[in-house]
């Protein structure tokens, strides 16, 4: 299993180039994100925050735009007929996560939550485990239609940086719980690194579904 090379599009070149650019949006939203909560660590709600801000909020436009291509495109041309609904269901899972990329980078300039010094360190490992899930999910999602070889190997990477995420925000929330900040601010605190833990849920889930198709796939 999961050893045949075959490339879906070989009568879709123009739908192929629409799915290859989607799955760069997912990556491009997990870099934008993660410079989004740099900026906000170094100096706050700051014009370079919002700039990147923004930036995020386009890249995030710009997918949905993509994503209704991609639809129509399957839709309307009778593109891969017997994969169109997996395919469909794996576009729309990316999406959500490129959507709480932004949405979660929204809730920092909108919250502007104090972030004691001491805990810097902490987020930034758990941004980091939570873009590269994203990323990993992303190259996952590509081999489907390039290299079924590659599915499971970038899967089992999806659910070990799941799996790091849920100890990192485990022993975060531990240390803010424990500290002698103000109740409201560890619960705001708390609120946004769950909301940047579930990133990571959201690609294990779509990961779970891309697993099922490749199998159905390969029989």
Do not use: W
């Amino acid at each position: 299993m999961f050893h045949v090379k075959l490339n879906l599009f070989s009568k879709a070149k123009a739908l192929e180039s629409k799915i290859d650019m989607f799955h760069d949006k997912v990556i491009d939203s997990a870099m934008t994100f993660k410079k989004s909560v740099r900026e906000y660590l170094n100096a706050g709600r700051s014009d370079e925050f919002k700039k990147v801000n923004k930036q995020l909020r386009q890249i995030e436009h710009d997918a949905d735009q993509l994503r209704r291509d991609i639809e129509n495109r399957l839709y309307s041309q009778n593109l891969i007929p017997d994969l169109r609904a997996n395919v469909l269901e794996m576009v729309e899972n990316l999406d959500r996560v490129i959507n709480r990329f932004d949405e979660v980078s929204y809730q920092f300039y909108i919250e502007q939550p104090e972030i004691p010094e001491i805990y810097f360190s902490r987020i930034t490992d758990l941004v980091e485990q939570v873009t590269d899930c994203a990323e990993n999910m992303s190259i996952a999602s590509r081999s489907f239609f390039r290299d079924l070889s590659l599915v499971r190997d970038y899967s089992q990477k999806v659910y070990f940086l799941e799996h790091e995420t849920d100890l990192t925000s485990g022993r975060l929330k531990k240390s803010i719980f424990d500290s002698d900040i103000p109740l409201a601010n560890k619960l705001q605190l708390s609120t946004i690194i769950d909301e940047i833990e579930n990133i990571a849920d959201l690609a294990e889930d779509s990961i779970d579904r891309l697993l099922i198709f490749t199998i159905k796939r390969d029989i």
